[in-house]
């Protein structure tokens, strides 16, 4: 590129820059008319990097313009422009016309006639099925053999174009003289003389190899069903006549191009294009101009219609249509091609890496698995004593303690059960148990919290919201550089490698570990005396309990086994080691899941927040009048009245977090370490492996473990509109 | 200490400790916050380093890595290289394709799903109620279920892209759509995009336009608007916070895609950012240090976003989410 040519486009670039500052700080302003110091910290933020990055950085502007960029850029804009354009300009068009039908139904009617004439064209074009009608495409080659060649080389801009502006032309003009005309005669003339020349044109440019052999009995026989089906159609809305002709041409059309073989001759098929065009084209022609009553109810109809219209279309086509396409895939083989029945299913089910319940009596051996059954019996006494307590008798009297005790059991048995039974089916199962779980208590307690604070109650609530606005694979990245662990004797670069190997020289060194065993021994015992305390007086002691746990086994570990990542080497000495959170199975699941709860959270929150400070005041302060504790009210009152949204959180996130597929992607390094989920496994088997018939077999899966929540919804949806 | 002795003479030092313990609220909070701040200050404070100190330092050493008064290892080289134009590594090109992705998928689907909305909320139609559920309902399908068809729609197929439907018992199959050379230009992707939107956006934009007061919709009559006319002219200027609302989520939801984006642009030459970064985070040669600063690049416009426009965000969120 000239210099010239680099000087405007670097006076260019530097307006643009100039341009989008001045906007984005003009649009913050407004934006924040009360708040400028939020404005002036975005936007200051904004500035900086950009004058770091471009200036100090030494990158030039025109170098970020460079040539072909700049091309690709304004490729971009101008296709953005367009569709954008086109598709709003589209609907506005529609309506206007639609409301055109009330007035000049002659005008409308020839709209009507340039869109179908149009379309049809456009779709046999598109089936390859017409040779071009000007266009040259291949032009060393004759006209005829135009007709027999495919495609294949291309067809360009206009030749997609000709067919339909020709469809679009003649019958356009030709609806339009036809609603004007008063006698029916001349209108059916008129409409024959359209078909016809529609149909010559059809049939003289038929590619060669797709031109049928009239096979008689089943023109006549399909006409005859048409028709008949036309009558009995258009006999419910008084319009017989129409019915039998629009009936009658689709009848010899699917007779003659659907039901008749195609044979490679030269014959032009005439009969087959003319007649159906012509006995359509008068079924349009046979009404004159509708009563003002018939156009109302034509309005109120078509309005519907036309504003539905593109968004269920667009629904259909990219959502339902390929959804039961997947549906009949996933009985299919491999390629597509024949019907295995529920083959595809028994393989996701017995495959090892799918279903793996080989070592389940595992289970029964692992830590967590006791720390369930403990947890599990801490609730079920703790429920007694206060029964016992409270009836006088042997009764169960569930409470927080008791319900906390018994949840968290569950929950551990599930990870203790989910981290023995292994394969793709589990893992999903175990992500959504766990991120569900961990997500939604941890928004509804920072929530809570974030409520009572005094100061920076939105910071906080922005800065947990945050990770929601980051895309699933750069919070992959952002937590694989916390989960690094460098080799042993180096520094560690991750967070919790450099925690977790310093906690181990902690535990190993002199001074500072007995430094810290003092403290922890003041802790516990204290802590045992105030439980004993209060034990005596009949006071709560839950927080205290957890804290004596908590400190206690601390103690026990650094006066013990020592806590932290250190090993013995070779030559007896203490050396560093680390913990490779992503590799080491089976929990390498977990840390995963880390990163979609450090996500979710802020979800949870946020829709928290606004159902707590929903519910009523007087709620609450006729529990405080009654004498309830804050503790007392949140667990009795404001829990049972945010119960809905508790549901709608749950199985919103049961949804998401079925789905998960980029994190396991790019942080797991899609599942070779025994951390492979659901999707994953259809990507690889529909696009990498190419079992297509397996893959769609995954997808439906999938949508069976969402379908619960589809129904809960739709029946609370149900509920709500009646 | 306090002898053991009943609550109401006054508390024991044993006693407002543990109220210390169990009123908790305000240094857990933050607690918390910094614990979800961390990682993502990593990835800015590291993106400023260079491969030396990444590799070998961990991030809270940047302190003694300033220019002037440390080691000097803090520099913008990793931005340059992510972002000049012709380096291997840059993003430049896949920021412009991921813009192209997002914008006609965020624009497009409120142009369609503002219509359906109206229609839903106030065309009285029959079977309006079930279609509306129907729809909606739709919302729960994974994209996965959709997917390989997707793919085979836009081509390349046999013997061209497009939905093909052959009929039985006759050997001849009809082209209904007839798509031609989608495959790998972000057209497949942002089509897909608006057909995934649909109910999502539909419902958010119901809720908000079936709450307007109808009373408007009847003076409007009155004067003589049809349906049209009262969508142009009061529901749609009535309605921008509910579409600034879609308009945030969608574009955030477009720009972070990687599943489209992988499936539809695989070996495509230019892939949106989140492609680009996926790649590059899947290479272990020498250029894990570029990483960060190529994920905080893509990061950057959605979080811009965000902040500026948070609450049409939580706006967007929170619609039917809340009863009452």
Same mark, same amino acid.
């Given at each position: 590129?000239?210099?010239?040519?680099?000087?405007?486009?670097?006076?260019?670039?530097? !307006?643009?820059?100039?341009?989008?500052?001045?906007?984005?700080?003009?649009?913050?302003?407004?934006?924040?008319?009360?708040?400028?110091? @939020?404005?002036?910290?975005?936007?200051?933020?904004?500035?900086?990097?950009?004058?770091?990055?471009?200036?100090?950085?030494?990158?030039?502007?025109?170098?970020?313009?460079?040539?072909?960029?700049?091309?690709?850029?304004?490729?971009?804009?101008?296709?953005?422009?367009?569709?954008?354009?086109?598709?709003?300009?589209?609907?506005?068009?529609?309506?206007?016309?639609?409301?055109?039908?009330?007035?000049?139904?002659?005008?409308?009617?020839?709209?009507?006639?340039?869109?179908?004439?149009?379309?049809?064209?456009?779709?046999?074009?598109?089936?390859?099925?017409?040779?071009?009608?000007?266009?040259?495409?291949?032009?060393?080659?004759?006209?005829?053999? !135009?007709?027999?060649?495919?495609?294949?080389?291309?067809?360009?801009?206009?030749?997609?174009?000709?067919?339909?502006?020709?469809?679009?032309?003649?019958?356009?003009?030709?609806?339009?003289?036809?609603?004007?005309?008063?006698?029916?005669?001349?209108?059916?003339?008129?409409?024959?003389?359209?078909?016809?020349?529609?149909?010559?044109?059809?049939?003289?440019?038929?590619?060669?190899?797709?031109?049928?052999?009239?096979?008689?009995?089943?023109?006549?026989?399909?006409?005859?069903?048409?028709?008949?089906?036309?009558?009995?159609?258009?006999?419910?809305?008084?319009?017989?006549?129409?019915?039998?002709?629009?009936?009658?041409?689709?009848?010899?059309? $699917?007779?003659?191009?659907?039901?008749?073989?195609?044979?490679?001759? $030269?014959?032009?098929?005439?009969?087959?294009?003319?007649?159906?065009?012509?006995?359509?084209?008068?079924?349009?022609?046979?009404?004159?101009?509708?009563?003002?009553?018939?156009?109302?109810?034509?309005?109120?109809?078509?309005?519907?219609?036309?504003?539905?219209?593109?968004?269920?279309?667009?629904?259909?086509?990219?959502?339902?249509?390929?959804?039961?396409?997947?549906?009949?895939?996933?009985?299919?083989?491999?390629?597509? =091609?024949?019907?295995?029945?529920?083959?595809?299913?028994?393989?996701?089910?017995?495959?090892?890496?799918?279903?793996?319940?080989?070592?389940?009596?595992?289970?029964?051996?692992?830590?967590?698995?006791?720390?369930?059954?403990?947890?599990?019996?801490?609730?079920?006494?703790?429920?007694?004593?206060?029964?016992?307590?409270?009836?006088?008798?042997?009764?169960?009297?569930?409470?927080?303690?008791?319900?906390?005790?018994?949840?968290?059991?569950?929950?551990?048995?599930?990870?203790?059960?989910?981290?023995?039974?292994?394969?793709?089916?589990?893992?999903?199962?175990?992500?959504?148990?766990?991120?569900?779980?961990?997500?939604?208590?941890?928004?509804?307690?920072?929530?809570?919290?974030? =409520?009572? !604070?005094?100061?920076?109650?939105?910071?906080?609530?922005?800065?947990?919201?945050?990770?929601?606005?980051?895309?699933?694979?750069?919070?992959? $990245?952002?937590?694989?550089?916390?989960?690094?662990?460098?080799?042993?004797?180096?520094?560690?670069?991750?967070?919790?490698?450099?925690?977790?190997?310093?906690?181990?020289?902690?535990?190993?060194?002199?001074?500072?570990?007995?430094?810290?065993?003092?403290?922890?021994?003041?802790?516990?015992?204290?802590?045992?005396?105030?439980?004993?305390?209060?034990?005596?007086?009949?006071?709560?002691?839950?927080?205290?309990?957890?804290?004596?746990?908590?400190?206690?086994?601390?103690?026990?570990?650094?006066?013990?086994?020592?806590?932290?990542?250190?090993?013995?080497?070779?030559?007896?000495?203490?050396?560093?080691?680390?913990?490779?959170?992503?590799?080491?199975?089976?929990?390498?699941?977990?840390?995963?899941?880390?990163?979609?709860?450090?996500?979710?959270?802020?979800?949870?929150?946020?829709?928290?927040?606004?159902?707590?400070?929903?519910?009523?005041?007087?709620?609450?302060?006729?529990?405080?009048?009654?004498?309830?504790?804050?503790?007392?009210?949140?667990?009795?009152?404001?829990?049972?009245?945010?119960?809905?949204?508790?549901?709608?959180?749950?199985?919103?996130?049961?949804?998401?977090?079925?789905?998960?597929?980029?994190?396991?992607?790019?942080?797991?390094?899609?599942?070779?370490?025994?951390?492979?989920?659901?999707?994953?496994?259809?990507?690889?088997?529909?696009?990498?492996?190419?079992?297509?018939?397996?893959?769609?077999?995954?997808?439906?899966?999938?949508?069976?473990?969402?379908?619960?929540?589809?129904?809960?919804?739709?029946?609370?949806?149900?509920?709500?509109?009646? | 200490?306090?002898?053991?002795?009943?609550?109401?003479?006054?508390?024991?030092?044993?006693?407002?400790?543990?109220?210390?313990?169990?009123?908790?609220?305000?240094?857990?909070?933050?607690?918390?916050?910094?614990?979800?701040?961390?990682?993502?200050?990593?990835?800015?404070?590291?993106?400023?380093?260079?491969?030396?100190?990444?590799?070998?330092?961990?991030?809270?050493?940047?302190?003694?890595?300033?220019?002037?008064?440390?080691?000097? @290892?803090?520099?913008?080289?990793?931005?340059?290289?992510?972002?000049?134009?012709?380096?291997?590594?840059?993003?430049?090109?896949?920021?412009?394709?991921?813009?192209? $992705?997002?914008?006609?998928?965020?624009?497009?689907?409120?142009?369609?799903?503002?219509?359906?909305?109206?229609?839903?909320?106030?065309? =009285?139609?029959?079977?309006?109620?079930?279609?509306?559920?129907?729809?909606?309902?739709?919302?729960?399908?994974?994209?996965?279920?959709?997917?390989?068809?997707?793919?085979?729609?836009?081509?390349?197929?046999?013997?061209?892209?497009?939905?093909?439907?052959?009929?039985?018992?006759?050997?001849?199959?009809?082209?209904?759509?007839?798509?031609?050379?989608?495959?790998?230009?972000?057209?497949?992707?942002?089509?897909?995009?608006?057909?995934?939107?649909?109910?999502?956006?539909?419902?958010?934009?119901?809720?908000?336009?079936?709450?307007?007061?109808?009373?408007?919709?009847?003076?409007?009559?009155?004067?003589?608007?049809?349906?049209?006319?009262?969508?142009?002219?009061?529901?749609?200027?009535?309605?921008?916070?509910?579409? !600034?609302?879609?308009?945030?989520?969608?574009?955030?939801?477009?720009?972070? =895609?990687?599943?489209?984006?992988?499936?539809?642009?695989?070996?495509?030459?230019?892939?949106?950012?989140?492609?680009?970064?996926?790649?590059?985070?899947?290479?272990?040669?020498?250029?894990?240090?570029?990483?960060?600063?190529?994920?905080?690049?893509?990061?950057?416009?959605?979080?811009?976003?965000?902040?500026?426009?948070?609450?049409?965000?939580?706006?967007?969120?929170?619609?039917?989410?809340?009863?009452?």
């Amino acid at each position: 590129m000239d210099s010239g040519g680099i000087r405007v486009i670097f006076v260019l670039g530097v !307006a643009t820059l100039i341009g989008l500052v001045g906007l984005g700080l003009f649009s913050l302003a407004r934006l924040f008319p009360k708040r400028p110091v @939020k404005a002036g910290v975005i936007s200051g933020f904004v500035l900086l990097l950009l004058i770091l990055v471009f200036v100090t950085g030494g990158v030039s502007v025109s170098d970020f313009f460079g040539g072909e960029q700049m091309e690709r850029v304004l490729e971009m804009l101008g296709t953005v422009l367009v569709s954008v354009v086109l598709c709003v300009g589209l609907w506005v068009v529609l309506n206007i016309f639609v409301s055109q039908a009330e007035r000049e139904w002659s005008q409308f009617s020839g709209l009507v006639g340039a869109i179908l004439g149009a379309g049809l064209f456009g779709l046999l074009r598109g089936n390859r099925s017409l040779g071009p009608l000007f266009a040259d495409i291949a032009p060393e080659f004759g006209d005829s053999d !135009a007709l027999i060649l495919s495609d294949a080389a291309g067809i360009g801009f206009l030749g997609h174009v000709e067919w339909p502006l020709f469809g679009a032309l003649l019958f356009g003009g030709g609806f339009f003289i036809i609603r004007l005309l008063l006698n029916r005669l001349a209108r059916l003339g008129v409409a024959a003389v359209i078909g016809t020349v529609a149909g010559v044109f059809v049939a003289q440019n038929t590619k060669i190899l797709q031109r049928p052999e009239p096979d008689w009995l089943a023109i006549i026989v399909a006409t005859i069903v048409g028709g008949a089906l036309g009558v009995a159609l258009g006999r419910r809305s008084g319009r017989v006549e129409r019915g039998a002709l629009l009936g009658a041409g689709v009848g010899w059309a $699917i007779g003659g191009w659907l039901l008749s073989p195609f044979q490679v001759i $030269i014959d032009v098929p005439y009969i087959s294009t003319v007649v159906p065009l012509v006995l359509v084209s008068m079924a349009f022609a046979w009404q004159g101009q509708p009563t003002p009553r018939e156009k109302a109810r034509f309005d109120s109809r078509a309005r519907a219609f036309v504003f539905l219209g593109p968004a269920l279309g667009f629904l259909l086509v990219a959502l339902v249509v390929p959804a039961t396409r997947t549906a009949v895939l996933s009985f299919q083989d491999r390629a597509g =091609d024949s019907y295995v029945g529920l083959d595809n299913y028994q393989r996701l089910f017995q495959a090892e890496s799918s279903v793996d319940v080989s070592n389940w009596t595992d289970i029964f051996s692992s830590r967590l698995f006791f720390v369930a059954v403990f947890l599990l019996l801490v609730g079920i006494i703790v429920a007694l004593v206060s029964g016992i307590r409270r009836n006088g008798s042997t009764s169960f009297e569930g409470g927080p303690t008791s319900t906390g005790a018994l949840m968290m059991s569950a929950f551990i048995f599930s990870i203790a059960v989910l981290s023995v039974l292994r394969g793709t089916f589990f893992n999903n199962l175990w992500w959504v148990i766990t991120v569900v779980t961990v997500a939604t208590v941890v928004g509804l307690a920072v929530a809570v919290l974030a =409520d009572r !604070a005094v100061w920076g109650q939105n910071l906080a609530k922005s800065l947990i919201f945050m990770p929601m606005a980051i895309s699933l694979v750069g919070a992959s $990245i952002v937590w694989r550089l916390q989960y690094q662990a460098r080799p042993a004797g180096r520094t560690q670069t991750g967070a919790l490698n450099a925690v977790w190997v310093a906690l181990g020289r902690l535990s190993n060194s002199g001074p500072p570990r007995f430094l810290i065993i003092v403290l922890l021994a003041a802790l516990t015992a204290w802590v045992v005396w105030q439980i004993v305390q209060r034990v005596q007086t009949d006071r709560p002691f839950t927080a205290l309990s957890i804290v004596f746990v908590v400190s206690g086994w601390l103690l026990y570990r650094f006066i013990g086994p020592r806590l932290g990542g250190f090993t013995t080497n070779a030559q007896g000495e203490l050396v560093p080691e680390t913990v490779q959170f992503l590799t080491e199975q089976p929990f390498n699941n977990m840390w995963l899941m880390v990163i979609l709860i450090w996500m979710q959270t802020g979800f949870a929150m946020v829709i928290f927040s606004a159902a707590i400070k929903a519910v009523p005041t007087e709620f609450i302060e006729a529990a405080k009048v009654d004498g309830a504790t804050e503790s007392q009210s949140f667990f009795n009152v404001t829990l049972p009245t945010i119960l809905p949204t508790l549901g709608v959180v749950v199985t919103t996130m049961i949804v998401q977090v079925t789905k998960v597929y980029d994190i396991v992607a790019v942080a797991g390094l899609n599942g070779i370490f025994g951390n492979n989920v659901l999707a994953n496994q259809m990507f690889t088997e529909s696009f990498l492996t190419l079992n297509r018939g397996f893959g769609a077999a995954i997808a439906m899966v999938m949508f069976l473990l969402v379908l619960p929540v589809m129904v809960y919804n739709i029946y609370n949806m149900q509920r709500e509109a009646t | 200490m306090a002898a053991i002795s009943p609550m109401p003479e006054g508390e024991s030092l044993g006693d407002r400790l543990y109220r210390r313990l169990t009123d908790i609220p305000t240094w857990v909070l933050w607690v918390v916050v910094a614990v979800w701040t961390i990682p993502s200050l990593s990835l800015f404070v590291n993106s400023f380093r260079n491969r030396d100190a990444q590799r070998n330092d961990a991030f809270w050493n940047v302190v003694t890595e300033l220019p002037v008064v440390g080691s000097g @290892k803090v520099t913008t080289e990793n931005y340059v290289d992510v972002l000049s134009a012709n380096a291997t590594n840059s993003l430049g090109d896949s920021l412009v394709t991921s813009l192209s $992705i997002a914008v006609p998928a965020t624009i497009i689907p409120i142009a369609f799903a503002a219509f359906a909305a109206y229609g839903f909320a106030w065309i =009285d139609f029959p079977g309006r109620k079930w279609l509306f559920i129907a729809t909606v309902s739709l919302l729960a399908i994974p994209l996965q279920v959709a997917l390989i068809p997707l793919l085979q729609l836009y081509g390349p197929g046999t013997p061209y892209g497009g939905a093909h439907l052959t009929i039985p018992w006759t050997d001849k199959t009809l082209t209904l759509l007839p798509l031609n050379d989608l495959a790998g230009s972000p057209a497949s992707v942002w089509l897909t995009h608006i057909g995934f939107a649909m109910p999502f956006a539909i419902f958010l934009l119901h809720n908000y336009i079936s709450q307007l007061p109808s009373e408007l919709f009847e003076s409007a009559r009155i004067d003589g608007a049809n349906h049209f006319g009262i969508f142009w002219r009061l529901v749609l200027p009535l309605s921008i916070p509910a579409l !600034a609302s879609f308009a945030i989520f969608q574009f955030l939801w477009t720009w972070n =895609d990687y599943l489209i984006a992988n499936t539809m642009l695989q070996g495509a030459s230019s892939a949106p950012t989140t492609v680009r970064i996926a790649n590059l985070a899947g290479d272990f040669d020498n250029t894990d240090h570029l990483l960060t600063a190529a994920a905080f690049v893509q990061a950057f416009v959605p979080l811009v976003v965000f902040f500026s426009l948070q609450r049409f965000f939580v706006r967007g969120l929170l619609a039917g989410s809340v009863k009452g």
